[in-house]
């Protein structure tokens, strides 16, 4: 059998891009900083001591982290046997959002600039905003600015209750996320306004990647909870993926996660949703175990991102990738004669930096399977990498962009 699985651990960069600088993010280290503030013993809430990823490190993890930053991460075992053919990798797009690296992934880097709402307050443009009140025959709308998801439910949860004025916000990502309570607003009147959003941006021209919907159920501030109803709008990726490529062939390819939403359902013919990591990793496994021939499971752990990159949670953070690695053996029992499994990530949101933006690094491209000759795979130039090596896997034509690994 032929099945490619391929496992993005959501915003799990290994250190700084050689370009990070232009963003800000010079320095920044999602893996090595988590390693280091654990190996000080400066994130024992709720897990203890240093990073504990046995399974990760045979992967290749450890490796292909010295392959971005020259360094052994603190605590890590650098001598332990690797058994995975690993990589790090640079971005080619010009962003560092969940899109772009995903379409990288699948063979199709963002050449473009990506429109932006860059101003901190009153963020959208009048026009776009009494556009959105006509449409959707909104009482208002709060919000207009740049946030963190969870900390502007904290401020305006409560006044979208009493007055039924959805939230919008942005970030450094091409976005205009939408947040509303479930009950008092209303799940499905989001999921219009968002679809009312979606149009109105694309026809406007803003060039914006994603919308977001961000339900949220609560009763007051500080217990306000966002929920697994979560949706993303993106907009289609510029040419075939590598999915749509597979798919267009008579393959399979199954989404676990929001990687239908990211993708637009392009080259998608199957998703599966789950919230929270065991979730998805249940699902995971369940879809590996029935994945026909000529298929690709393709999940994205996106807790990594949300509920701990964002949040600077480094704790958090440390726990998800010890509970990873501790189910990573039920995921390789599932690879049999020829399948391959490729573990990656889309780019860094380094839980020790400044702000809540993700930040641009170099991801891990690990490697395993029967047919993996274990060993380094060097520094690779773009993500598309990945892309290239499942065109050739599944002798679909070659992407146009990216150097097979194998
Ligand atoms: O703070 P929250 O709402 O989680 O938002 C984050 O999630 C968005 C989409 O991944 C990013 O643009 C970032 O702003
Ligand atoms: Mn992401
Ligand atoms: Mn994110």
């Known amino acids: ?52 990823l046995p399974n990760l490190t045979a992967l290749g993890l450890v490796k292909a982290a010295e392959l971005s930053t020259g360094k052994i991460a603190a605590g890590m075992d650098s001598d332990a ?20 690296g995903h379409w990288e992934i699948a063979g199709v880097p963002v050449l473009f600039d990506w429109g932006y709402f860059p101003e901190k307050e009153n963020s959208f443009p009048e026009s776009l905003l009494a556009l959105l ?88 501030a500080g217990h306000f909870e966002r929920t697994g109803n979560r949706h993303d709008l993106a907009v289609e990726p510029p040419s075939p993926t590598v999915l749509a490529k597979l798919k ?50 393709f999940t994205n752990f996106v807790d990594f991102d949300s509920s701990w990159g964002h949040r600077r949670d480094v704790a958090g953070y440390a726990g998800g990738l010890e509970l990873f690695d501790r189910r990573l053996p039920e995921l390789m029992a599932e690879v049999k004669e020829g399948d391959i499994l490729i573990l990656t990530a889309d780019h860094g949101c380094d839980p020790t930096w400044a702000g809540t933006d993700h930040t641009r690094e170099h991801i891990p491209v690990l490697l395993y399977g029967p047919s993996i000759k274990p060993g380094s795979l060097g520094q690779r130039e773009t993500f598309a990498d990945i892309g290239q090596t499942l065109a050739k896997y599944f002798e679909l034509a070659p992407m146009q962009y990216g150097k097979a690994l194998f």
């Open 133 to 220: 009140v006509e449409k959707a025959q909104l009482p208002g709308y709060l919000g207009n600015c740049h946030s963190s998801g969870t900390v502007i439910l904290d401020a305006l949860g409560e006044e979208h209750m009493r007055s039924g004025k959805p939230i919008f916000y942005t970030s450094a990502d091409s976005v205009f996320q939408i947040a509303c309570h479930e009950e008092t607003f209303g799940l499905e009147r989001l999921y219009e306004l968002c679809e009312i959003t979606r149009k109105a941006l694309t026809e406007g021209g803003y060039n914006i990647g994603r919308v977001i919907a961000r339900p949220f159920v609560g009763d007051k």
């Open 248 to 297: 267009e062939a008579g393959g399979a390819v199954i989404s676990v996660g929001k990687i239908a939403d990211i993708y637009a359902e392009q080259g998608i013919t199957k998703k599966v949703k789950a919230t929270g990591l065991d979730a998805l990793f249940d699902a995971t496994i369940r879809e590996m175990q029935q994945a026909p021939n000529n298929s690709i499971v």
């Open 1 to 52: 059998m032929k099945r490619a699985f391929v496992m993005v651990l959501d915003s799990f960069g290994i250190g700084a891009s050689h370009d990070a600088e232009k963003f800000g993010d010079k320095g920044s280290d999602t893996f090595g900083h988590i390693a280091q503030a654990c190996a000080q013993g400066l994130a024992d809430q709720g897990r203890k001591g240093p990073l504990d």
């Open 81 to 100: 046997e690797v058994i995975g053919a690993y990589a790090s990798a640079q971005e080619l797009s010009s962003g560092k959002d969940t899109p772009s």
